[in-house]
């Protein structure tokens, strides 16, 4: 009995990674990885543009599919993982605007129509970005000092309202102290912000994942000029060495590619409205 006739293909997706105004440097492109389950990473030319994508599989990349494989951690931290790796194959030579995690298209039509729907917002961003990167700051309550052993009430007249007294001073105490470090927070932000072209701020972090007994007062994101770079890592390390004395914490980090001040989904100009079906369940992609 013979096999019966294989049914046509599945159609493929297209996921895009980034946009840049610089051609992007094709030995970098393709040794570059994307996710592990697509084709090689590649460039579409649109409209003076560069858009830097991947040809995935729908069986692993459609609606259902995708989001049940985002639900889970591990998958979810890959997918991000393979998102960076293709920002940054298109960041080699020049400003990148990068894409949301899993912008997916129904085929090079819909994703070059995406981004000539977007071009004077690309073009506006790219502009911005050109020349200067992010540096990511964290400021954290100090962490407190372990707790002494429970007290006794002493006996006798007035006991209990002694042990009440210190327990109000204590809390008092411990008011004081988040409130100063909150202010010293703000006071990090405000001198950070005079180095800086744009600054934001994200939510907190959750102890849970910073892995710290102290409360994060600040999770911001600064937008500097790389001409200005040094003038905002000495203010920087001024800070760091203030933290102890001020009662906080301050970690940074970068330069990096600026994710926080690239905002794909702004709106377009009134007379080029967006218009691009995305790959999942017919939603639009804001591009």
């Known amino acids: ?42 460039v579409l030319r649109v409209d003076g543009l560069f858009l830097v994508v991947q040809d995935v599989p729908a069986a692993l990349f459609d609606e259902g ?19 960076h790796r293709g920002v940054e194959a298109a960041s080699g030579r020049g400003p990148v605007v990068p894409l949301p995690l899993a912008t997916l298209y129904r085929g090079e039509e819909r994703a070059r129509e995406a981004v000539s729907c977007r071009r004077p917002v690309l073009e506006a961003l790219l502009d911005r970005l050109r020349d200067r990167t ?14 002494a052993g429970p007290a006794g009430t002493p006996a006798g007249d007035g006991g209990g309202r002694a042990y009440l007294s210190r327990a109000s001073a204590r809390r008092r105490d411990r008011q004081d102290a988040r409130a100063r470090a909150a202010s010293e927070a703000e006071a990090v932000d405000a001198e950070l912000r005079r180095y800086a072209v744009a600054a934001t701020r994200h939510r907190p972090q959750d102890e ?45 980090s970068g330069p990096w590619i600026p994710y926080s001040f690239a905002r794909w989904d702004e709106e377009p100009a009134p007379d080029r409205p967006a218009r691009a079906d995305a790959a999942s369940g017919g939603r639009e992609v804001r591009a």
């Open 134 to 147: 992010e540096w990511a700051v964290k400021v954290h309550a100090a962490e407190p000092a372990a707790a």
């Open 65 to 83: 599919a995708l989001a049940e494989r985002l639900g889970r951690p591990e998958d979810l931290e890959r997918c991000a993982r393979a998102h």
């Open 208 to 252: 849970r994942l910073t892995g710290l007994r102290a409360p994060q007062l600040l999770n911001a994101a600064y937008l500097v000029e790389d001409a200005r770079r040094e003038e905002f890592t000495a203010a920087l390390a001024r800070i760091d060495a203030d933290g102890p004395r001020r009662g906080v914490r301050v970690t940074a």
């Open 1 to 42: 009995m013979s096999a019966p006739a294989a049914g046509p293909a599945a159609p493929g997706l297209v996921c895009a990674f980034a946009v840049t105004d610089t051609p992007v440097d094709e030995p970098a492109l393709a040794a570059a990885t994307g996710h592990e389950e697509g084709g090689p990473l590649r």
